[in-house]
DNA sequence: TGAGTTCATCTCGATATGAGAAGAACATAA
DNA sequence: TTATGTTCTTCTCATATCGAGATGAACTCA
């Protein structure tokens, strides 16, 4: 059950005093992921204000709860604060495209030096989007290649490196990529982070950023066409070569499947089985 | 990044007014899930007062934020409710050996007739447990067989069914079901649900309940034995045969591998994939 | 004691995987 | 234009895994 029970429902809203409760404010925050150059890219704002003002970190703020303004759904919240602070345009616009999944929830008391907040964290997996605004209370936003963030496994970044994330933003991602890197091996995601047109290598490229390993290109192409509903032919082929020679390659689109069956397993988890 | 930015940190508490914020209450929920009678069953309390007074729910309520009760984090608020609610000792007793994980975050405008309520759903898989007590604001708890519930994919009960589920907690416990089902795939969680020791028709019963279809006990045994850091054996054996007979089988504890590789696939998952 | 059940292991064909090879198509530099 | 190197795409082949069925021994229950 959720809130604590009331004798009666009235009685509970005539007697409602918001003083009454614990004070707790409910933020989201959205770990949005792109490929760019062949490397994987979060968009990351510049903080405007304190705390940790000056500091990166991931786009997102205050869910509108429904005093004041309008109550607004949790996802809906996350598509508004990656507008907002980015000058991406909403559902109708670049962000029409991606994928938007839920990642999680953190609320560790202290994670927020003002007050308690709860923080609802989504993933989003783009195709290559245009350089963002800062807008709303960012002072900056642009798409950061994950591998300058230093990210340990533990969640933590390593000491030297330049942009030190805000809060337990660095933890958010972590969890968001290996969510993101799980997602590749069961469902079809991979074709979220491209246009509606691709060929394998294309496809074959996002799986290499996103898992950070080569994979075998004889074997990937036979899989993913071996894969019943992955992707589907469209007939056409790619004007162009190879950025460094090599024939044309064809072009697919995203077929409908939702799971990957057989799945597309990433070589070398060994370490990561104990 | 999370609430709005301040110029200045002790300016924001010194002009601190919680009324100035949309009043939002943030809960926990628990989809306890265990097997008994090789049956998968669900920890559910039946509410002791409005709104969806007598209907039963998921056993929750109130994270303590830090107003006037010391902040807790959220998946202590989890097992405190569990052990509240159904009378079952935390995490020293009988809540010891559950395995607990965050579920997801339900927060749609108007799921609570009462207020802005954001909810933090966690799963919870327990060994055999005893029944439980009610305690707090329950006022009954018991396990549930999941197949009485009758739940659709959708997450809505099916018309006829008796145990009505309050607020949208038919939804939640259909995600967890969800979840339950996929990790027992790539984990080695399903001997979470069993003891300390156990046999391979054991683990095989477990997958049975939580997947709903018989498996092949020849080829589960193979495929188990040869997961690496699956199980482990004890060396001993059963001191009694199988319910209608057979031989005394093998006793087993749990390896310590964190992922199954190559994974358990259920079969007949054809449908579910497009 | 006999009938039926279950554990544990094995066999066999079908399918999937990893590693490598090869030919054709293309970009780029000489 | 020619030469060189790269890449796409399709093979081959050995190995690993999977589903389905069969078997014999061990056990419960009537």
Known sequence: MSPEPMRDESAFLASYDPRAYDPVAVTVDVVALTIRDGALHVLLVRR?????????????????????????????????????????????????????????????????????????????????????????????????PVDALGLAESGDQRPGTTRRLAFDHARILTDGLERARDKLEYTPLATAFCGAEFTIPELRAVYEAVWGEELHAGNFHRKVLSVPGFVESTGATSDKGGRRGGPRPRLYRAGDARLLHPALLRPSREEEIR
């Open 48 to 144: 405007g204000g304190a705390p940790y003002e000056g500091m990166w970190a991931l786009p997102g703020g205050f869910v509108h709860a429904g005093g004041r303004r309008e109550a607004e759904d949790l996802p809906d919240a996350a598509v508004r604060e990656l507008a907002e602070e980015t000058g991406l345009s909403g559902k109708d616009g670049a962000l029409g495209r991606v994928h938007l999944e839920q990642l999680g929830t953190y609320g560790t008391p202290g994670r927020d030096p003002r007050m308690r907040v709860i923080s609802v964290a989504y993933l989003a997996f783009a195709p290559e989007l245009p350089d963002p605004e800062a807008g709303g209370d960012a002072a900056d936003a642009a798409w950061v």
